[in-house]
C-alpha cells in the first residue's frame, strides 16, 4: 500500500480556533485551549489519520504584533511552522471578518515562495449568518489566491471532515512520518506543563495569565503504577504569588486538581501532582525558560 503524510500549518491571529481545530482533527486533546487570546505558546504537533494519510498538523502560536521578547518569540515560531509546510491554513474568525490583523497576515502570505499551498478555514461559522460568511470569502479571494476556502466550526466539527478530506489528498507521498498510534509530538513533561498552563489561565485574570509560565520539574514512575510530577509555576512579582495561590492557597488548590483531573485521562492512570509557586521576576528574560517551553530564546531579540 502507498501512504503519504505531510505537515499541515495552522496559523491566524490569536484566539481564531487553531488548537481547538487541532484537537479535533487530531481527536484528542494535545494543545491547550482558552477563551483568551496568545494561549499557545511554541509549536504543537498533533498526528491525524486519514484513510492511508497522515497528517501532522503544525498547531502555531498567534500572529499578532509582538511587543516582549516572548511575544516576538511566539511569532517567529509560528512563521517558522508556516516554512516547513506542505500546506498552510489560515483560520479566520468569520464574526470579527477582515481586522487589521488578518490584512498584516495576507502580507506575510504574500511574501511565502510561490505556488505554496494556502487554503482558507473561515472559522467559528456558528457564530454567523450565511450572507455574512458568503462575503467574506469573497472579499478574502480577492486578496490572497488561497487554493480552497472552507467553511467550518473547529468547535462544533461543522465542516471538519471536508477539510480533512482535503488536507489528506494533498499529502505527498512518503511513509508514515510517526508511529500510528502516536497523537502527539510534544515531550510528556510539556504536555503535563501546559495543562497547568490552561487550568491557571482559565483561572486567573487579565495580565496575569501572560506573566507566568508552567515547568516540569521532575516526573517519577512509581511501582504501584501511578506517577509522582512536581510542577514549578514561575510568576513574575510577588504580588502574583499571593494571586495564583490564592485565599488560604484555594486557588493553585483548584488548579491542581483540575490539571491532575486531566493528565490522569489523559495518561490512563493515576497521578499525583505537586505545584509549587516561584517568584522569578526575570523569568521572561532567561534563556532557559524559553527552551522549556519550546521557543527559541534568541527569535525574541530585537
Ligand atoms: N463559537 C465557537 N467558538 C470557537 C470555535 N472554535 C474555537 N472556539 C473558541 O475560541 C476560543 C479560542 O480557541 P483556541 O483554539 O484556543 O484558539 P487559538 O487560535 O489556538 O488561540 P491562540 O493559541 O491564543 O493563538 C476558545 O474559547 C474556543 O472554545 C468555533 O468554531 N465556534
Ligand atoms: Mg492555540
Redo the contacts with the bound molecule.
Sequence with gaps: MSTKAGFVALI?E????????TNYLVGAKV?I????????RARIRGVAMAGDAQIVLV?T??LFRPRRRLDRAMVAAAWAGVADADVVVL?IEAHRGITPGVESILEGLSNLPKGRVVALAL?????VRSEVLLGLAKEMNERFAFVKTFM?????GYGVTELKGWLADQMPESPWLYPEDQIADLPLRMIAAEMTREKLTLRLHQELPYQLTVETENWEERDDGSARIDQIVYVARDGHKGIVLGKKGETIKAVSQASRAELEEFLGRKVHLFLQVKVRPNWLEEAERYSEMGLNFRDGNT
Excluded: F, R, W, Y
Design positions: 491566524g490569536p484566539n481564531a480556533g487553531k488548537s481547538t481545530l494543545s485551549v482558552t477563551h483568551k487570546v496568545q494561549t499557545t498547531d502560536p498567534g483560520l472559522n467559528k461559522i456558528d457564530k467550518i466550526s473547529a468547535e462544533k
